[in-house]
């Protein structure tokens, strides 16, 4: 899932518009808002974009608490944490129809692991744990989202922008994600020299996580083809189901730029297609929740057979508080979590934070004790550092010039041949891939007299982006005033490299004959970092397990983990990940690879 920022179509953006389809622009908006052509000041724009951060998710990870001041530390005396038992409470989970799924159990003795958060890492480290035979509770800050069912003839699909406390929920943002579900290639695991600096190395290696990849798939039920992306890494078990089909003018679009000379893959997505499957592949898809549970999110592909296990307790509108340990602070012991005002102690020996990007790392500063007066984890001074993502920017090549496209699923296609450099650029580049049909131009934000030609180029043409790495460093991440997070200090972008790439994303789709808008409009999605994992204590907060370094029992596993972005998406990952959090936390790991 992903947020279209507004400002597309900015005065004097810069916005690539051939002569031939002036006359219908012209028609909605004064052509003075537009400049056509490539123009020759591209270097001055890029060096003076701004560096706000807009992320695949569409919410920013600072929404929270970035404004919140800091707690005091304090720490609670054993005979304290034991006045209370905690109790869950009684929550039903529904399906989209409204009927009770299941009810979670109430529970008076112990746990023992404690997840927080009910995104995608959390849910999947909790169906891993429960099938470990684990008893887990999961703390979620928002809840279920109650939207009206689907009735025939509505949209399937509610847009992201018209649900309700969609930055908080069980699921999290893959309730309205584009279910695009990448490996990182083999080259993202090691240290890759680009323009403006080296992505670091994992501590870890693809051959590591590529038997939890597998497994990743077949719960998250990913179509996807082996055979036409050259860069797509080794793989012991094929694709659990076949690549989704293109739609009529997708599948020409795909054929025109095969025939010009362009590699075009399959895009990997998590949905429930097929014989007995519940989806149709609408139009409302990409940041769109789904009424018809297709979409194979955290929510209905992990938590919920977590929850039917009878192994899992969830609990929601509960705010973690903070992570206590013993006293020593080498060992956690617990949470101090809220819920309808009254704070609860509750005891496990592993407590594994899964609260995303910001809120994982604010929870390890927040949890600070006189053992560990910088934070958890924060001896060395690392949690909200290293923090990068993908700078994404759009191309829209246009189908038609005399009316709107038909309703259609698009987000099927990728092109990934450049993903490691170009023949007349030494640098890695990143993936150019379709998008939903986002009506970007209904945002509330975006001004009245700019939302005519956002909606013309929209309804005319295929939303394709492009994505190259933002680089992690020391120095990105977290902005402090006293205690207080007041901001992130973005990632070193490589300016000329996602130049190039637009350029030549341009030139792909005219080659293929189409007539192509892309506007000099950039954003960071799919954000990571700020809690990294690593070798070094150093220059990382976890080990290569994802447990902190100096606390027993403790692990993070969400996008915060990641030492970088690489350039495809970064969900199927975050899965595998969780699921080898798992193994480790029972005992179960795999030793690394040399």
């Known amino acids: 899932m992903f947020r279209i920022t507004p400002g597309l179509f900015l005065l004097g953006s810069g916005i690539y518009l051939p002569s031939s389809v002036t006359f219908i622009v012209r028609s909605f908006c004064w052509c003075r808002t537009l400049r056509f052509g490539t123009s020759q000041n591209d270097n001055a724009r890029d060096r003076g974009c701004r560096d706000d951060d807009r992320s695949g998710g569409g919410i920013s990870p600072l929404a929270s608490f970035a404004e919140r001041p800091r707690r005091c530390s304090f720490r609670l005396t054993r005979p304290a944490m034991e006045r209370k038992r905690f109790r869950v409470m009684a929550c039903p989970l529904t399906t989209c129809g409204g009927k009770p799924l299941s009810m979670v159990p109430s529970r008076t003795q112990g746990y023992d692991a404690i997840v927080v958060g ?199 509108q509960a705010r973690c508080l903070r992570i206590l340990t013993n006293e020593n602070g080498t060992k956690t012991t617990g949470v101090l979590m809220e819920r309808d005002g009254k704070q609860e102690t509750v005891h496990a020996n592993v407590v594994a934070v899964c609260a995303g990007l910001g809120p994982s790392a604010a929870l390890l500063l927040d949890s600070r004790t006189s053992r560990h007066p910088a934070g958890l984890g924060n001896s060395t001074g690392c949690v909200g550092r290293y923090y990068g993502g993908h700078d994404t920017g759009m191309v829209f090549p246009l189908l038609s010039f005399t009316g709107s496209l038909p309703p259609m699923h698009t987000k099927t296609f990728s092109i990934n041949t450049y993903y490691n450099g170009a023949p007349d650029w030494p640098y890695p580049m990143g993936v150019i891939q379709a998008a939903g049909q986002v009506p970007f131009w209904q945002d509330e934000v975006v001004p009245w007299w700019k939302k005519a030609p956002a909606r013309l180029v929209g309804k005319r043409s295929i939303f394709c982006f492009f994505s190259t790495e933002a680089l992690p460093t020391r120095e990105s991440g977290f902005v402090f005033d006293g205690e207080r997070i007041v901001g992130m200090r973005p990632p070193v972008r490589n300016l000329n490299t996602f130049k190039r790439f637009r350029l030549l994303a341009i030139d792909l789709f005219k080659r293929a004959g189409y007539q192509v808008v892309a506007p000099h409009h950039r954003s960071l999605w799919h954000r990571v970092g700020t809690v990294r994992f690593g070798m070094d204590p150093e220059t990382s907060v976890l080990d290569p397990n994802c447990k902190v370094h100096e606390i027993d029992g403790l692990y993070v596993v969400d996008a915060s983990v990641l030492p970088s972005p690489g350039a495809v998406g970064t969900a199927l990952t975050i899965a595998a990940l969780a699921l080898r959090v798992g193994d480790a936390i029972t005992g179960l790991s795999r030793p690394l690879s040399n």
Do not use: Q
Request: with cysteine; charged share 25%.
């Open 118 to 316: 009910a995104g995608l890492s959390g849910a999947t480290l909790a169906y891993r744990l429960a099938k470990r035979d684990l008893r887990v509770l999961v703390l979620e800050r928002g809840d279920f989202l109650r939207l009206p069912p689907w009735r025939a003839g509505d949209p399937i699909g509610i847009h992201v922008r018209s649900a309700p406390a969609r930055s908080s929920a069980v699921g999290g943002p893959t309730k309205f994600y584009g279910a695009a579900m990448y490996r990182m290639r083999e080259s993202d695991f090691r240290a890759i020299r680009h323009e403006a600096g080296e992505s670091p190395a994992w501590p870890i290696t693809y051959n590591d996580l590529e038997p939890y990849y597998c497994e990743a798939e077949e719960l998250y039920r990913v179509h996807g083809s082996t055979e036409e992306d050259p860069t797509e890494p080794p793989h012991s078990v094929s694709y659990p189901y076949p690549p989704l089909p293109h739609a009529p003018m997708v599948s020409e679009l795909v054929d025109r730029l095969r025939n010009s000379g362009t590699a075009v893959s399959p895009m990997p997505r998590a949905l429930d297609y097929g014989p007995g499957g519940k989806c149709v592949l609408c139009s409302t898809c990409d940041a769109y929740y789904c009424r018809l549970d297709a979409k194979m999110d955290a929510d209905v592909a992990a938590l919920r057979p977590a929850l039917r296990s009878g192994r899992v307790d969830l609990v929601t």
